[in-house]
């Protein structure tokens, strides 16, 4: 893996090429730049005590619930000494590690982090039920001597909210939550932990709580090229995550209406089009499946939430969600966008005028796939707030 690649100075370079209008230049480098933010992998390694909630959080960030085909494996003894992959289902080189209960080894935690290959970690998080303990303190000061980064993640604190409730005569959910997670930081600081990151959560209930904190701490805190996969592979289960993956989508669109420009450009008449419909195609179908809204995808919120298949779509309003992308439910939807249909006649006729061929229909072809994929990506998005509003039994007016 190359992991000096960096982000930043390849975009600079597609913009001096486009600007020296060295388009097979600026290609070539747009589709280094895509494949990698799209394909580079992510290790994340889930370690803490048995019983702690590891495999159920493991589930939970997958969109899996515990009973599903696939889920790890729950609420059981810790037999396992092997740290164990579970891909992502939609981004399979995003990989969440269930790492045996640090208290069920006899390693040290240097020893433990060797069996578990803790090389491969792109970074860790330490969850407990209850304060954490010298196992974590110490496996957090191993990591530490590694250079990788750790948070610490409080689970089951929907079990603490109602202890809470029930007990407290004048209940706040906030200062609830803000005691413990000043109780969690206070004494790993005396346990010679400095400005840990502590974030309290519940595995059932991940869109409540600091799990968008901790998206946004990760966020920040990877280099860009690994952020991408980790936002593609969070579960779309609040505004400010549908609102991230619209942004990062967002980014690409010139990107891909440059690849599909210089297609047009190549002499072959009738066939940039099919081309055209074909990277829409791939890319619509990205935006389908990032948002969560393909069959699978939805089948698992359904199994997840408990809110029916059915009753999940009939909130949907976009053609595309729930359903197969194809070349003829792309053109016909491209119909309606408004423009579209004109630039389409545009660069069909142009092709036929020989000096303004490749010109124009390079032109119109980046236009017509900018204004497409924003019109579909503002589709999936708006899908994507009343699903999940469905799916957390909100109101679904957006
Ligand atoms: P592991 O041994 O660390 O992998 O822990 P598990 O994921 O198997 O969880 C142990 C038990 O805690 C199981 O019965 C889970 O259902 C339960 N559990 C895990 N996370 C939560 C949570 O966030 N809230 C509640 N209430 N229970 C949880
Ligand atoms: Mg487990």
Same mark, same amino acid.
């Given at each position: 893996?190359?992991?000096?690649?960096? $982000?930043?100075?390849?975009?600079?370079?597609?913009?001096?090429?486009?600007?020296?209008?060295?388009?097979?230049?600026?290609?070539?480098?747009?589709?280094?730049?895509?494949?990698?933010?799209?394909?580079?992998?992510?290790?994340?390694?889930?370690?803490?005590?048995?019983?702690?909630?590891?495999?159920?959080?493991?589930?939970?960030? #997958?969109?899996?619930?515990?009973?599903?085909?696939?889920? @790890?494996?729950?609420?059981?003894?810790?037999?396992?000494?092997? @740290?164990?992959?579970? &891909?992502?289902?939609?981004?399979?080189?995003?990989? =969440?590690?269930?790492?045996?209960?640090?208290?069920?080894?006899?390693?040290?935690?240097?020893?433990?982090?060797?069996?578990?290959?803790? /090389?491969?970690?792109?970074?860790?998080?330490? +969850?407990?039920?209850?304060?954490?303990?010298?196992?974590?303190?110490?496996?957090?000061?191993?990591?530490?001597?590694?250079?990788?980064?750790?948070?610490?993640?409080?689970?089951? +604190?929907?079990?603490?909210?109602?202890?809470?409730?029930?007990?407290?005569?004048e209940f706040s959910a906030?200062?609830? =939550?803000?005691?413990?997670?000043?109780?969690?930081? #206070?004494?790993?600081?005396?346990?010679? +932990?400095?400005?840990?990151?502590?974030?309290?959560?519940?595995?059932?209930? =991940?869109?409540?709580?600091?799990?968008?904190?901790?998206?946004?701490?990760?966020?920040?805190?990877?280099?860009?090229?690994?952020?991408?996969?980790?936002?593609?592979?969070?579960?779309?289960?609040?505004?400010?995550?549908?609102? /991230?993956?619209?942004?990062?989508?967002?980014?690409?669109?010139?990107?891909? @209406?440059?690849?599909?420009?210089?297609?047009?450009?190549?002499?072959?008449?009738?066939?940039?089009?099919?081309?055209?419909?074909?990277?829409?195609?791939?890319?619509?179908?990205?935006?389908?499946?990032?948002?969560?809204?393909?069959?699978?995808?939805?089948?698992?919120? @359904?199994?997840?939430?408990?809110?029916?298949?059915?009753?999940?779509?009939?909130?949907?309003?976009?053609?595309?969600?729930?359903?197969?992308?194809?070349?003829?439910?792309?053109?016909?939807?491209?119909?309606?966008?408004?423009?579209?249909?004109a630039m389409v006649v545009?660069?069909?006729? $142009?092709?036929?005028?020989?000096?303004?061929?490749?010109?124009?229909?390079?032109?119109?072809?980046?236009?017509?796939?900018?204004?497409?994929?924003?019109?579909?990506?503002?589709?999936?998005?708006?899908?994507? &707030?009343?699903?999940?509003?469905?799916?957390? $039994? =909100?109101?679904?007016?957006?």
């Amino acid at each position: 893996m190359d992991i000096t690649f960096d $982000c930043e100075s390849l975009k600079q370079e597609v913009k001096k090429a486009l600007e020296k209008n060295d388009q097979g230049g600026a290609v070539a480098m747009i589709q280094k730049y895509l494949d990698k933010v799209n394909n580079t992998p992510q290790n994340i390694a889930i370690t803490g005590e048995t019983g702690s909630g590891k495999s159920t959080f493991v589930n939970a960030f #997958r969109g899996i619930s515990n009973n599903d085909n696939g889920s @790890a494996p729950t609420g059981c003894v810790e037999t396992t000494l092997e @740290a164990t992959p579970y &891909h992502h289902p939609n981004y399979p080189n995003v990989i =969440l590690w269930d790492l045996p209960g640090i208290g069920s080894t006899n390693f040290p935690a240097d020893k433990y982090l060797q069996s578990a290959g803790f /090389k491969d970690f792109d970074f860790f998080i330490i +969850i407990s039920d209850t304060r954490f303990r010298e196992n974590d303190v110490m496996l957090a000061l191993e990591i530490q001597k590694l250079g990788k980064k750790f948070y610490f993640v409080c689970s089951k +604190i929907d079990n603490d909210l109602q202890a809470e409730e029930r007990s407290q005569s004048e209940f706040s959910a906030e200062n609830t =939550l803000a005691r413990i997670r000043q109780n969690c930081v #206070r004494s790993l600081e005396q346990q010679r +932990i400095e400005s840990p990151q502590v974030f309290v959560l519940s595995s059932f209930e =991940l869109q409540k709580h600091d799990f968008p904190l901790l998206h946004k701490t990760l966020e920040r805190e990877l280099p860009e090229h690994k952020r991408y996969a980790l936002l593609m592979a969070m579960p779309s289960i609040n505004r400010e995550i549908i609102k /991230k993956k619209k942004e990062a989508f967002q980014a690409q669109i010139k990107y891909y @209406a440059t690849l599909s420009a210089a297609v047009a450009g190549v002499p072959l008449p009738g066939l940039s089009f099919a081309v055209d419909i074909g990277l829409l195609v791939t890319v619509v179908t990205q935006y389908v499946v990032g948002f969560g809204l393909d069959i699978p995808s939805l089948q698992r919120l @359904a199994n997840s939430t408990g809110v029916s298949f059915k009753d999940l779509i009939a909130v949907k309003k976009s053609p595309l969600a729930a359903t197969a992308v194809t070349a003829g439910l792309m053109l016909s939807l491209l119909g309606q966008c408004v423009g579209i249909t004109a630039m389409v006649v545009a660069q069909e006729w $142009c092709r036929w005028i020989p000096i303004l061929r490749i010109l124009l229909a390079r032109k119109c072809c980046f236009i017509t796939t900018c204004r497409g994929l924003t019109y579909f990506l503002d589709m999936l998005a708006d899908d994507a &707030h009343r699903v999940f509003k469905q799916a957390l $039994c =909100l109101n679904t007016s957006v």
